[in-house]
């Protein structure tokens, strides 16, 4: 098996990108969350040319690459005093399972430590069967759940973790 390589986005990621988290957006909201609703969400947030922005500003942090594919994304930020976030995170799911996640996440990891953070924070879909356990397994520990009420008058639900980080 050729090695995973974790590497800064390019533009030329954009469109794996936007595949990988449109897919993993939707399956973490499937049964939740109307069509109507997620076609407004991915519209909004995975359009190619919001990714192409999003890369250049830095929103997403690293890619994960098999061969030349991207398989897997992260973006985060610094969003206070010595506080971070994981905003996205997603895996191609013929490749999740495998530890990608878990080099994406120490990638940003350690680039937020040497910006100064020393707790990041997450939101995690209710119910997300593959994101929780992969939070928690990792030191996250649940903090509060937040309601948001979308365009479409839904509720959508995050359950919030955060960690010590160093």
């Known amino acids: ?16 990108i936007r595949k990988i988290c449109s897919t993993g957006w939707r399956q973490t909201v499937e049964g939740k969350l109307s069509e109507e609703c997620q076609n407004q969400t991915v519209d909004f947030w995975y359009k190619l040319n919001r990714i192409e922005k999003d890369i250049e500003n830095g ?3 690293y890619v994960a ?14 969003t206070g005093d010595n506080v971070s976030e994981v905003f996205v995170l997603y895996i191609d799911e013929k490749y999740r399972y495998q530890g ?16 100064g953070a020393t ?20 030191g996250y520990i649940f903090q509060e759940k ?21």
């Open 1 to 16: 098996m050729t090695k995973i390589s974790i590497e800064k986005p390019k533009k030329e990621h954009a469109e794996m």
């Open 59 to 61: 929103s997403y942090s």
């Open 65 to 78: 690459l098999f061969d030349s594919e991207v398989v897997g994304v992260i973006g985060g930020g610094i």
């Open 100 to 115: 990608i996640g878990r080099l994406l996440l120490e990638a940003l990891t350690k680039d937020q430590v040497a910006l």
């Open 119 to 138: 707790r990041q924070w997450v939101s995690v879909q209710e119910g997300n069967h593959r994101g929780i356990p992969f939070y928690e397994a990792r």
């Open 146 to 166: 937040k309601i948001t009420v979308t365009e479409t008058g839904e509720e959508q639900v995050s359950l919030r973790f955060a960690r010590a980080i160093s």
